[in-house]
């Protein structure tokens, strides 16, 4: 099993961009379809991007779609989220979380946090109004 690590979180005005990495120890990170989500305070874990292990499907929550990219580089063992046009709302915990899919390559997980296990311990990101 793989340990996830986020970072790159931070302070940003509304409107500014900002990127996460999340990087995974252990074998066969290239085997887990990956995603990202994200928690505001009081709230309820959301789902914010996933992709396939193969890089070449993703999905979005629709807040997010068309400001977010997620990507991914299995030879560093890490995966990215890109986010522009960021938002007041947009602030919260991110996680990046793992799905195990070795013979799937294209598989991109739905957006329910019980389909991913691991999960990193989260990476703060505020932006300011």
């Known amino acids: 099993q793989v340990q996830l690590l986020e970072s790159g979180g931070g302070l940003v005005q509304a409107g500014g961009s900002l990127g996460l990495s999340c990087t995974a120890s252990?074998?066969?990170?290239?085997?887990?379809?990956m995603a990202w989500f994200r928690q505001a305070a009081g709230k309820e874990r959301q789902f914010v991007a996933a992709?396939?292990?193969?890089?070449?499907?993703?999905n979005y929550a629709d807040s997010v779609k068309g400001r977010f990219t997620i990507s991914r580089d299995n030879a560093k063992n890490t995966v990215y989220l890109r986010m522009n046009s960021l938002k007041p709302e947009d602030t919260a915990v991110y996680y990046c979380?793992?799905?195990?899919?070795?013979?799937?390559?294209?598989?991109?997980?739905?957006?329910?946090?019980?389909?991913?296990?691991?999960w990193g311990p989260g990476t703060q990101v505020t932006v300011s109004s």
């Open positions: 992709i396939s292990w193969s890089g070449d499907n993703r």
């Open positions: 979380a793992a799905n195990y899919s070795p013979y799937r390559a294209t598989y991109v997980p739905g957006p329910r946090d019980s389909e991913y296990d691991p």
């Open positions: 252990g074998r066969s990170f290239s085997s887990y379809a």
